[in-house]
């Protein structure tokens, strides 16, 4: 709580002091808006503070009281919390193309080392299908907001997020060759997975002995082993 509050004393009031009978905003190197009896006789209005004799015991108080209403409307635990951090590889497969696919995800968390993998298989598929939709999968099984890395060995998805969406959006999905933008429905699926959290797209050479990778790829191909 206390470094809440210093954190939301900061936030609110820059570091300040008495001048003249106004306060002056050291940080902006200018006089606050209000005189500073003014402002002391508002806070004092919401019935918390009976006295206050200088800036810092004001600037403390005003910091306690943004603090305790923060944590009413939020626990104490969501606020200025780091988002947790997320090494994610995510890797498609296809038998035939277009034919049998499969999808793959090993996530990495900082969060006690944690580790999981995702796996699914669709049918008359093609490969970046099934690169878009591990993609996808991973980022939508992350349901708190956290900083990912993701990495992946399909150029198709990682120019993609990186250096083609913005375009094809503003194309109306239109690619440069003025052609409908293919898996539209995947792609705009993928961008709304990817809003909720910090993403860093990451291509790797495949089978370039990356474990993260190989995992992810042995999961895609997991459910493909097995003849139908």
């Known amino acids: 709580m206390d470094e809440l509050r210093k954190t939301a004393a900061e936030l609110y009031y820059p570091p300040f002091r008495f001048e003249c009978g106004y306060i002056w905003d050291s940080k902006n190197n200018m006089l606050a808006d209000e005189n500073a009896n003014d402002i002391v006789t508002r806070i004092r209005g919401w019935g918390r503070i009976s006295y206050l004799d200088n800036a810092e015991n004001l600037q403390d108080e005003v910091g306690y009281l943004i603090a305790e209403l923060l944590t009413k409307h939020w626990p ?22 277009p034919g049998r696919g499969g999808w793959g995800v090993y996530i990495q968390t900082s969060i006690k080392g944690q580790e999981f993998e ?44 990186t250096e083609w969406l913005e375009g094809w959006k503003a194309k109306g999905w239109k690619n440069a060759s003025g052609e409908p933008v293919k898996n539209k429905d995947l792609w705009i699926q993928l961008d709304q997975a990817a809003r909720r959290h910090e993403v860093e797209w990451v291509w790797i050479k495949s089978h370039s002995g990356n474990i993260g990778n190989e995992r992810a790829d042995a999961l895609a191909n997991k459910l493909l082993n097995f003849k139908l």
């Not at 947790?84 to 035939?96: R, S």
């Not at 099984?141 to 060995?153: G, K």
């Open 76 to 97: 104490t635990n969501q606020v200025h919390k780091e988002k947790p951090q997320i090494k994610m590889y995510v890797d498609g497969a296809c038998k035939g193309n």
């Open 118 to 161: 995702l796996y699914g298989e669709e049918h008359n598929t093609t490969n970046n299908k099934m690169e878009l939709l591990a993609a996808i999968k991973g980022l939508e099984y992350v349901q708190e907001p956290c900083i990912i890395r993701l990495s992946t060995d399909s150029q198709y998805v990682q120019k993609g997020m």
